[in-house]
């Protein structure tokens, strides 16, 4: 009994100082952000990327971070990143409400917006093409330009949304997908709030489309989930009405834990 609680008490503590050096580090990160408020000049890097935009207000502003348009009207559209603040930054008290400021082009206007509403369009793992009646269909992954999964190497875990952008040929359409709301969906997601269909790929899960396949309706998605300790199934059906693409949720399928 007592080699036993020697081994706890050494587990206990090992785990103790390792949760007190998480938190050592993270105290840090966050006293280097909180540092960067309010900003008298942002220095940025050359980036270059798509992006797409999300949310409202959008606010695109000058280089001294003043309010220059309203672009709330550019949300789920498309733009061009050609920079990306040096540093991040924080209007909060939240370390997980953190981000970069992003340069963007629209058409004829430049200016800069707050990166949580700036989404840049990657190449992932979590990328999938099929030619269906000889039309392709393809899934991109998006990634916020804010905080999120981590941040200078260390493990930041903060929520993330992941909305997932369609580009189908035979409707000639590239953009979100919307989804509907029910009791699935609450399952699948953190943020039930986010109106777009999302891949998950955080602290916690990974979500892998593992077939697309022809539909009355559309097209179904079959998606494996893998979580830290274990996996599910789950299909999303996606239809295409008047211009719009809609996902819907299935089924949510039974965790089977390792």
């Known amino acids: 009994m007592r080699k036993h609680f020697g081994l706890l008490t050494i587990l206990a ?5 390792c949760s007190n050096s998480g938190q050592q580090k993270i105290a840090m990160v966050d006293k280097e ?27 695109l502003l ?21 920079g990306v603040s040096d540093t991040i930054f924080n209007d909060t008290k939240d370390l997980c409400n953190a981000f970069w400021y992003v340069k963007i082009k ?6 800069i917006v707050n990166g949580k509403q700036a989404f840049k369009v990657e190449d992932s793992d979590q990328v999938i093409s099929k030619v269906i009646n000889g039309k392709k269909v393809e899934f991109q992954t998006t990634l916020c330009m804010a905080m999120g999964v981590e941040y200078n190497g ?37 943020n039930k709030d986010f109106e777009f269909f999302q891949l998950l790929n955080d602290g916690g ?14 097209l179904k998605l079959s998606i494996h989930r ?13 239809r295409y009405n008047k211009g719009k693409y ?5 089924n949510y399928g039974e965790i089977k834990y390792e």
């Open 106 to 111: 629209i058409a004829d206007k430049e200016g």
């Open 33 to 59: 952000i909180n540092q960067m408020n309010n900003p008298s000049k942002v220095n940025f890097k050359t980036f270059k990327s798509q992006a797409i935009l999300i949310g409202k207000p959008i606010k």
């Open 226 to 238: 893998i979580f830290q300790e274990g996996q599910n199934d789950f299909d999303v059906l996606l």
């Open 62 to 82: 000058d280089s001294s971070l003043n309010v220059i348009a309203d672009i709330s009207n550019m949300t789920s559209k498309f733009v061009e990143i050609t």
């Open 205 to 218: 899960h990974h979500d892998k489309i593992m077939e697309i396949t022809p539909h009355e309706s559309g």
């Open 246 to 250: 809609q996902a819907e949720y299935l």
């Open 154 to 190: 260390e493990l930041m875990d903060c929520p993330i949304d992941q909305p997932v952008i369609i580009s189908d040929e035979a409707n000639n359409f590239k953009g979100l997908i919307r989804v509907i709301p029910n009791e699935y969906l609450k399952e699948a997601v953190w």
């Open 13 to 17: 503590f090992g785990f103790i100082s």
